[in-house]
Each structure stands twice: as structure tokens, then as C-alpha cells.
């Protein structure tokens, strides 16, 4: 079993950053890949990046990054705009079947 815990989700103005935090608990070790979704009010998920086993980071639009000491998944967001407003979900995948989300947390983009 895994556990997810995702914080620091925020009311920011436009152009502002946030970094979001989930904190991974549980066998962790037998995580293959690490990844960071969002869901906008009424629309589908939506993959924003995966973060294979071994690899530290990733850029794209935003950063994630795996903390090998804390257990800490992380996705940083600069320049956000109102598009970004959204629940953001971590995710955790084992192989298989087997997958784990966190519960979620909210960004508000607004001026």
C-alpha cells in the first residue's frame, strides 16, 4: 500500500507561483512511476507529467521532482494563468493494475 498526501494548493493572482507538495508514505520502493494530474470543473483528468523511477526531475511548463530524503513529490508552477485553476491529484503506479491518487488539492487562479 501507498499513501498520498498532496498541500499546498492556494488562491494565487495571475503570473504568480505556487509548488505543490505530496507526501508519499508506504511501499514506496515499489513505485514505477510518479506522476502529477489535474482536473478542471466539469472536464477530464489531465496528465501533466510523469516522473520515472530514478530520474529526479522533469521540466515542462512546471517542474516535478522527486525528494528521495523526504518522500516528497513535487510540482512547481510558475507563471501560472487562469487555465491553471484546477484540483491537482498526484498519482503512483506500481505496475499492473495498481495505482494510488492522493486526495487532491485545489488551485484558484484569480486576480
Known amino acids: 500500500q501507498v499513501q498520498l498526501v498532496e498541500s499546498g494548493g492556494a488562491l494565487v493572482q495571475p503570473g504568480g507561483s505556487l509548488r505543490l507538495s505530496c507526501a508519499a508514505s508506504?511501499?514506496?520502493?515499489?513505485?514505477?512511476?510518479w506522476a502529477w494530474y489535474r482536473q478542471r470543473q466539469g472536464e477530464r483528468l489531465e496528465l501533466i507529467s510523469n516522473l520515472p523511477r530514478g530520474v529526479d526531475s522533469v521540466k515542462g511548463r512546471f517542474t516535478t521532482s522527486w525528494d528521495n530524503v523526504k518522500n516528497t513529490l513535487s510540482l512547481q508552477m510558475d507563471n501560472l494563468n487562469i487555465d491553471d485553476t484546477a484540483t491537482y491529484f498526484c498519482?503512483?503506479?506500481?505496475?499492473?493494475?495498481?495505482?494510488?491518487w492522493g486526495q487532491g488539492t485545489q488551485v484558484t487562479v484569480s486576480s
Open positions: 508506504g511501499s514506496i520502493s515499489s513505485i514505477k512511476t
Open positions: 498519482y503512483a503506479d506500481i505496475g499492473g493494475s495498481i495505482r494510488y
